[in-house]
T-cell receptor, first 112, second 113 residues
């Protein structure tokens, strides 16, 4: 039973560029949430997708956007990258309305 | 803004010692979860507490949810080097919210042999 998978594992970008991170939820899950974890900090909620729509959003600018596909996989897009966007980006999946959320191992994004 | 204050941020102890990690808030949470995260990996769920005053045990780990559902603690008895890692508490605020986990800053635990 495959867990949550994220790609790529690591990514290096420069300021101003755009990036797309990908997530496949755990088998049987239909809801995907994205979190940003800065070094030495706890994860911060970016947004959640269910039925291909953004259902909840945290305190992140519009540069952060997402998408969910009919197969429940999801993408996180970040435009106009800033140095402060350097972080571990975590994807978590669950069944709608249920806990707990299962986390992937994240994508480490470094901005130069 | 709902916040979870976790303390201490860092803890370095000898094998065999006991320790307690605290997670406090001024807000009520419908449930609270504790995760452990290893370097290069995502958080792994240890336990979920839902009822005020609830106590759950997982081998040498004891988790407690405050009566008012605003705080929680994790107690480890006779810590072992394998317990080393980042411990995170995370709460689901209010009612009807099933997605937005609020995380504490984390507690980095190092257990020396």
């Amino acid at each position: 039973d495959a867990g949550v998978t994220q790609s790529p594992t690591h990514l290096i970008k420069t300021r101003g560029q755009q990036v797309t991170l990908r997530c496949s939820p755990k088998s049987g899950h239909d809801t995907v949430s994205w979190y940003q974890q800065a070094l030495g900090q706890g994860p911060q909620f970016i947004f959640q997708y269910y039925e291909e729509e953004e259902r909840q959003r945290g305190n992140f600018p519009d540069r952060f956007s997402g998408h969910q596909y009919p197969n429940y996989s999801s993408e996180l897009n970040v435009n106009a990258l800033l140095l402060g966007d350097s972080a571990l980006y975590l994807c978590a999946s669950s069944l709608v309305g249920e806990q707990p959320q299962h986390f992937g191992d994240g994508t480490r994004l470094s901005i130069l | 803004t709902q916040l979870l204050e976790q303390s201490p941020q860092f803890l370095s102890i000898q094998e065999g010692e006991n320790l307690t990690v605290y997670c406090n808030s001024s807000s009520v949470f419908s449930s609270l979860q504790w995760y452990r995260q290893e370097p290069g990996e995502g958080p792994v769920l240890l336990v979920t507490v839902v009822t005020g005053g609830e106590v759950k045990k997982l081998k040498r780990l004891t988790f407690q949810f405050g009566d008012a559902r605003k705080d929680s603690s994790l107690h480890i008895t006779a810590a072992q080097p394998g317990d080393t890692g980042l411990y995170l508490c995370a709460g689901l605020p209010g009612s009807g919210n099933t997605g937005k986990l609020i995380f504490g800053q984390g507690t980095t635990l190092q257990v020396k042999p």
